[in-house]
């Protein structure tokens, strides 16, 4: 795991190693980044469902 990676040796202040605040805030920024995605990936999912189901009804009702 990546950020795990960067996180131990920013911890033991391996050469070239972020500080581990620096490395901690983009954890924390990515992660909220991939949950936003994450649910407008889900809810756009969702809306595509539900147009289809409607558009689905409503030819049965053509019939």
Known sequence: MWP???SIQ???GG???PDL?????N???NSV????????VYRD???K??????????LGRLQ
């Open 21 to 25: 605040t620096e490395t901690l805030q």
């Open 10 to 12: 920013a911890e033991h």
């Open 33 to 40: 980044a991939v949950a936003i995605l994450g649910f407008l």
């Open 49 to 58: 469902a539900d147009r289809i189901t409607d558009r689905e009804e409503t």
């Open 45 to 47: 999912s969702k809306q």
């Open 27 to 29: 954890f924390g920024i």
């Open 4 to 6: 795990a990676g960067v």
């Open 15 to 17: 050469p070239d190693a």
